[in-house]
C-alpha cells in the first residue's frame, strides 16, 4: 500500500480481499505445484459457500506426477522427437521410439540412416539438437557419457575399443564406476589402503564370474590387443556388463565374428535377457535380427519408417521397398 492513501473501511478491506483471492485463483499456472493446487481448491471452496453453490474442485497432478505418466513404467527407455543435424546434413529427423523393459529390440536400416548416431545422441556422445531422451522415467537429454553409463545405460561400438595393452582380466577390473582405489590417497594411505584392497578382492571375483559367463577365462592373462576380433566383441560386452547396467546399446555386435563365436554371443545376450536386462541392437544381419528380437524399429533417411514385431516388418511393403528387399519375402 502506497503512503498518502487513506485507509479504506472495514467493508471495503473485506471486498479487496475477496477480488484478491478471485485474483490469486485465476493466476494458478499449469505447473503450479501440490501445495499450491490445495491453496487455490481451498479458496474455490470458501467463495462457493459465500453464494450458497457447491462446486466440484479441479483436480491437477504435480509436475513429478505428469513426468512419470509419460514414461510408462515398462519402458525402459524413451526417444522422442530427436534431432540431429551436422550442417547442413540431417542425420536423424524427429525420431520417436520405446524400448521395453526386459527386451532384445532390433534397430535396423541402410547404411546412412541415422541409427549410430542415435545411439551417439541417446548415450551422450553427441547432443542433440531436439527432443528428449528418457531413460528409467529420467530426463537424460544432454548429459555426459559418463553420467548417462553412471545411471545404468551403456553401449558397445562397431568397432570394440579395448585397452590393448592390458590384460583381459585388467580390462574388466577398470570397468565398474566409483572405485575407491581411484582416490590417490586412499591408495597410498596404509590405514585407508585395506578398503581399496577388500574392494579388489571382491571385484576380482565378480570379474572371474564374468569371464566364465562369456567363455573367455583362458584368456584372462592375455593382452587384448592380441585377441581376435570375435574375442574382442565378447570382452566388450563382458566389460560392459561389469558396470552392472540396466540398458545395453549394442552397435553392430556381429560384425567380424565368426559364426561360433557369433552363437556364443547370441547365447549370452538371451541369458542375460532372461535375467532381466534389456538391449537395442544394431544389427545389418537381417537373420539375426528377426530370429532374435522381440520388437524391431525401422529407420529411414533420419526418421522412423516402421516398427514392429519381426514377422510385421518383414512383410511391411514400405521396408522391403526402402531397405530389406524381395529376399525377406
Sequence with gaps: MNSG????????????AASAGKADDADVP???DVVGVDEAVAGGSDESAA???????????????RRA???????????????????????????SFAVEAGTI????????????TTFDCITGAHEPDGGTVRFNGEDITGLRPDQIASRGLVRTFQIARELPEMTVLENLMLAPPDQVGERLWRSVVPGARRGVVEQERA???????TLEFFEIDHLARQEAGALSGGQRKLLEMARAMMTDPDLLLLDEPLAGVNPTLEEKLLDRIHDLR????????????????????????????????AEGPPAE?????????????????
Excluded at 313 to 329: F, Q
Aim: hydrophobic share 35%; net charge negative; with cysteine.
Design 5 to 16: 492513501v487513506d485507509a479504506p473501511d472495514e467493508e471495503a478491506s473485506e471486498n479487496g
Design 30 to 32: 499449469d505447473a503450479v
Design 51 to 65: 453464494d450458497g453453490t457447491t462446486h466440484e474442485p479441479e483436480t491437477q497432478d504435480s509436475a513429478v506426477e
Design 69 to 95: 505418466a509419460e514414461t510408462p513404467p515398462d519402458v525402459r527407455l524413451q526417444v522422442r522427437n530427436l534431432r540431429k543435424s551436422f550442417g547442413g546434413v540431417v542425420a536423424v529427423d524427429d525420431m
Design 105 to 116: 529390440t532390433g534397430l535396423i536400416g541402410p547404411n546412412g540412416a541415422g541409427k549410430s
Design 203 to 209: 571385484l576380482r571375483d565378480r570379474v572371474w564370474e
Design 274 to 305: 532372461d535375467q532381466g536386462y534389456t538391449f537395442l541392437i544394431v544389427e545389418h544381419d537381417m537373420d539375426v535380427i528377426m530370429d532374435h528380437c522381440e520388437h524391431v524399429i525401422v529407420m529411414h533417411q533420419g526418421s522412423l519408417l
Design 313 to 329: 516388418i518383414r512383410s511391411n511393403e514400405r521396408v522391403i521397398d526402402a531397405y530389406l528387399g524381395e529376399d525377406l519375402e
